[in-house]
Each structure stands twice: as structure tokens, then as C-alpha cells.
Nanobody, 124 residues
Framework: QVQVVESGGGLVQPGGSLRLSCTAS????????MGWYYQAPGQQRDMVAT???????NYVDSVKGRFTISRDNANNTVYLQMNSLKPEDTAVYYC??????????????????WGQGTQVTVSS
């Protein structure tokens, strides 16, 4: 069984900072791409940032220069440092990960997992 759990959301004033964390745990062989997505009320879920196992990153234009994604491969953890937050950043933030598992026969499987989401509210 694999679990993906986020933490670190909350209420912050405009211009403030938050750091989100997400850890994948369970019977994991390895974790490929990890990323953060956000979903505002009534909107679709969109990519914020992704990072490969090698550390290659990709960001949506609206957060470039303000958000930084990083990861700790040894602990299957990804972070999102959010600075200079704006009210329009308010959303539920979801962690996403492509995870390899191995069954008892030694066969490898790649599946995509989502966390439960963490609320980020930027308001004065």
C-alpha cells in the first residue's frame, strides 16, 4: 500500500510565505516525477510545479520567481516553498507522484498517486 500525505497549508497574509511538504510512504521501489497542483473553487485542477528524480523542474508562469519546488529522494518527500503569496494563490494544493512498486513476483508497476489536499488561503 502507498500513501501520499501533504502538510503545511494554512492562512497567510498577502506577501507572506508558506512551505508545503508531501511524503510518499509504503511499499515503494522508487518515485519518479513529483509535483504540486492547485484547484480553486469552481476551477479545474492545474499544475503548479513538477520535479523529476534528477531535479529538473517545471513551473506554471504565474508562480515563477515566487515558488520553489524541491525534493528529498532519500525520504520520498517533495516541498513547495511559496513566497510573495497573492490572494489568487488561494486554493487546495494537491501533491502528485509517479511511484514504482514491486509485487511478490518481482514485477514492477508504475502508478500515479494523489494526496488528500491541503488548503492554502491568502487573505488579509
Amino acid at each position: 500500500q502507498v500513501q501520499v500525505v501533504e502538510s503545511g497549508g494554512g492562512l497567510v497574509q498577502p506577501g507572506g510565505s508558506l512551505r508545503l511538504s508531501c511524503t510518499a510512504s509504503g511499499s515503494i521501489s522508487s518515485v519518479s516525477i513529483m509535483g504540486w497542483y492547485y484547484q480553486a473553487p469552481g476551477q479545474q485542477r492545474d499544475m503548479v510545479a513538477t520535479i523529476s528524480w534528477q531535479g529538473h523542474t517545471n513551473y506554471v508562469d504565474s508562480v515563477k520567481g515566487r515558488f520553489t519546488i524541491s525534493r528529498d529522494n532519500a525520504n520520498n518527500t517533495v516541498y513547495l516553498q511559496m513566497n510573495s503569496l497573492k490572494p489568487e494563490d488561494t486554493a487546495v494544493y494537491y501533491c502528485n507522484a509517479d511511484i514504482y512498486t514491486t509485487d511478490f513476483r518481482g514485477r514492477s508497476y508504475l502508478r500515479n498517486y494523489w494526496g488528500q489536499g491541503t488548503q492554502v488561503t491568502v487573505s488579509s
